[in-house]
Structure formats: C-alpha cells, structure tokens
C-alpha cells in the first residue's frame, strides 16, 4: 500500500446537527474536533453524543459519524455535570467511612443524589465534612478515566470489595463488558461519560439526606440517599439555591394548611380533600372555564366515573395504562375507574349521527379521573391519585384540524394572561409504545407544527414524548420564582376515531373519519390550585381569594356598624367576614395580614358617622377612607377584571 492510499482509507467524515460536514483522520477525538472548531468550544464541551450514545471527550471517533458536541449548559452537559458530581460525593463519603457501601448515584433534574448503606446512618450534620472532602478533591485535579473490564472479573472485582449491591447490578446486565470510572483511589461502576478531571465541577451544594430502599423496594434494605445539586458557575448555583429558599416558603402545602384550603387524610393518600375556602377558590377557576368555553362554542357534558372493561380495551387504555388504573366488579364483570375522559366523551358523540354542518363539535368536561401513583412520589395537591381535568374534546374535518388548534391555542393564552404567567411550548412526538402507523404520525405531527408557526410561537421537540395515540404541544408556564409547570395540552388525536369506528356524513353524502383534539388547559384542577398557591404565596387576587374583605370593627359600639357594612358588601356578592372578637386591632389586623385577606376594613365612630370605612390592603397597607359604595364599586371592579395586583 503506497502513502496516499493509506492517508484516504484513514480519512472519516463528521457530519455536525447544521449539516455541515467536516474531514478529520480517523482515531480523532470528540475534544480533538471540538478544538478543531474552536478553543471556547473545546472548553465548554464536556462530551459527545454520537448516534444515540453519548461518549467521552477522549473518545476515538474510527468512521463516520453524526456528532453532537455536548455543552455543559446544555440538557445532556448538564446530566454528565451532575452525576460527576455524584461520582465525587460517593468518593468523599468513602474517604470518610470506609465501611459504606454503594448503591447508586444518578442525576436527577436540578441536580443528582447518591444512595448509600451505612450502619450508623447519616444526617444532615455529615453533609459540611462530606462538602468539604468533596472541595479536597476537587483541588486534586484529579483525572477520570474510563476503564473496561470482563462482567465475570467486575464481579470479582466488587465481591472482593465487599460492594454487595454493584456485584448485584452487575449480575442484571446483558452486556459481555463492563465499564467503570476511576478518579484516584475512587472507582465505580458507571456507563459514562463523565467530565475530565475533577477539578471540572466549579459549584455544588449537598441539600438533604433522605431514606429510600434498595430500588425502590420496601422488601430491600433502606439505604441513606444524599441530594444534592451543581452548576457550571457560583451565580447559578446561588440562584438556584434562593430559587429553593423562596419555594419553601411558598411551599402549598404548609400554605394550604395555614390558609385552611385542603388537606390529605391519613385514610386517603393521595386523594384531597377540599376544605370550605378551597372551594371558593376551585369554584371560581370552575366558573371561568365555564364561561370563556361558552363564549366559544364550547358544549358541557358529565360522564360516569366507572365504566365497562371492554371500553378501555378497546381505547388501548386496557393494554397500554392499565399498570395506573383503579379496576372494580360489578354483577361479576369487569369495570374501570376511568384515567381519562376521552373514552365517555367518544361514547357521547357516537350516540347518532352526526352530518359535517355540525363539526366541529366542541364538547369540555370537568372531568373526575383516577390514576395510580406510587406512594412515594405523592406530593400535596402537586401529585395526587385523583383529580379534576379541565378536559375537552373537538370532533372536526380534517380540513379544521388547523383553524382548531389555533382556537385552543389563542384560549390557553388567553387563561395563562388573567394569572399573569408567561409561558412557552413544546412539542412532543411518536413515543416508543404510540399506537397506529408512521404515516398518521407524521400527518398530526405536521398539523401542529404548521398550527403554532403560522402564530409566529417558538416551541421545543421533546422527541418521543407523545402521549400514546397522537402527538401533543404541551404549555409551560412559568411561576413568580422562575419555575416551570407544564398545564396545557393540545393533543391530536387521528387513532381513536379510527378504534371506535366514529364517521359523519360528509356533503359528497357519504361517511368519513372525524379527527379528534384532546385538550386541557389547567391541566388538574387540583394541580393548578397548587401552582397558583405557590405562585401568589397565598395572596390570592381578589377575585379568587376565599374571603374578599374582612371588616375590623375598631371597638365592641362599632360591631351593629361592622354587621351593617357586613350586609351591604355581602348582598354585592362581595365575600365578606366581620371581625368582632374581643381582641385588639392590631391584633385583628395582624391575623387577617396573615390570612392574605386583601382588604381589611377598619369602622370605628368616624366610618360610621360618614358611611365609610378605612381600608387596609395586605400589601400596600393604608389605603384611606372611601364610602361604602364606592369601596363595594371599586372591588367589583377589580374582581370583574381579574385584576393581578401583586404577584
Ligand atoms: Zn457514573
Ligand atoms: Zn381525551
């Protein structure tokens, strides 16, 4: 073989996301490349993701290929960030107590955790030294290198260290080879990548120790679980930990608790109960929905909670959800409580004949739904097992699938502005379990896509998210505090219509397919109560908060006064509450203040002389005196706008 030859049999082909495509000699590294574009790329890459593995920065790269430079800011960076940083708390925990044995160490969102077994078990108190062997390390710059070995000497390996739950993982695995990551005297069973050397991790923070089984399982051992978060830099780190501060003391549990709106009984985990002033709050979001659906064109209905087995197996809830289904038997058949409207929507529709004059038909419910969720990820009114979907479901032409979409879109803008929240979109394609074909997919997928550009939105892909009969743009909105919740859906759905056999006539007089649009834009009702709680840390705006206006009398002669202006503000369909104990105003003010009841309504002799009242706003403080009448017109007023005062 002659030189030139050679020189083109080791030449590879890197095509970048752009399409751009660059020659590099075979064997190049993913840093080799990264500096090849550049020295600020090459610094701020951590890894590689090639096809769908991501790899080392010293990876060799020996043909051609795709390739993704994976920055530490980016969703993947961040991953190989934190669970370097988990690598290198376990190391600490070990330097410190021998006798630990690891489990597993993974990143989460916001962060990663490490979950050991250790005798004497561990507390927050341990978390400072834990931090500080971890800054130690850090200062020893230490690298980390990937090694491979045979699964038979992994296993030895681990046995001879006494790491009883590594030799078991192991033991579960398919591949002939094993890989782990060594960093000084630390090494750990791990599939990468990581970053290179220690000294990488810039900012980090231990957050709390927690008992979690051995996977999960209250059969296995519990095993002490450290949380903890890191960040490419200090000012990030410090925000997301004031994001945490502040989340606490918005937390809608401790909230709904002070507040008296909801509670979780003992006898129903999972299932909330909804106190008097929880209501009031539930009822007015209800009565929103209601009256912007109406305006358009929106029909309401109310199906059974309990319905056939052969519906769900025919809806494909039977094969593909059943695992987070409630079931029950009646006169010795087989029911479900049902996870999802859709199924009694579709019955509804099909009982006649629809012809295409009529489409598209809009038909909402609030929708009771039960889902199973494990024990250990209920949270408050956040996660539950069942709850209200503020469900809706549009039967239409294909030809409507568009101008539909954009009536829900411009709707879920329309809800997300009256609380103030900004939000953004993504969209989510064919998951791994989807049902029907590519090509349907494909079709519903372009629709949505065509749907929001052609508002001029910006939207993510969240590949393979879908919901398992049709794509979806979901809603994000963002809280005060910088957190996101996703709420709305628009699901479109070409699947369902097809299983259950629903037509209408068409003016060429014969039977077509309808397409369907799933759609919620609170989401849960439950869930959105909970957003909005924390959202307003419980200072509600007026027109949503339980009580509107507390009346002060400023002493026991004022109370026939307090009780008339009482009447008065109440008849306006002002929610109202008089004060009249035998307490001090101060007090009296101090206790609505932290009640976030918006106005407090001091009467004393001078109000009552000139028909007035002095009004306190928990946020602003003195407000002045107005007359009765105009205090009751300028709150109707605010309530009427759904004014958002303070966030
Ligand atoms: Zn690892
Ligand atoms: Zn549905």
Redesign the pocket.
Known sequence: MDETSLNKSEIIKVTFPDGSVREYPKGVTIFDVAKSIGPRLAKATVAGRISDHLVDLDYPIDGDVSLILVTEDSEDGFEIYR??A??IMAQAVKRLKPDVKLAI?PAIEDGFYYDFDIEEGLSSSDLTDIEAEMANIINEDLPIERVEMTKDDAIKFFEDMGEDYKVELINGFLDKNVSF?RQGEFI?????P?LQSTKRLKAFKLLNVAGAYWRGDSKRPMLQRIYGTAFPKKAELDAYLNMLEEAAKRDHRVIGRSLDLFSIQEEGPGFPFFHPRGMVIRNELEAFWRAEHIKEGYQEIKTPIILNRGLWENSGHWEKYRENMYFTVIDEEDYAIKPMNCPGAILLYKRKLHSYRELPIRIGELGLVHRHELSGTLHGLMRVRCFTQDDAHIFMTPSQIKSEIQKVIDLVDRFYNIFGFEYHVELSTRPENAIGSYEVWEQATTALKEAVEEKGMDYIINEGDGAFYGPKLDFHLKDCIGRTWQCGTIQLDFIMPERFDLSYIGDDGEKHRPVMIHRVIFGSIERFVAILTEHFAGAFPLWLAPVQARIIPVSAVNADYAKDVERRLANAGIRVESDLRNEKLGYKVREAQLEKVPYMLVVGDKEAESDEVSIRGRAKGDLGRVTVEQFIENALEEIQQKAVITC
Do not use: E, I, P
Not at 188 to 192: K, M, P, S, T
């Open positions: 669970h370097t988990a690598h160490g990551y750990d069973l791990c599939r990468g990581h």
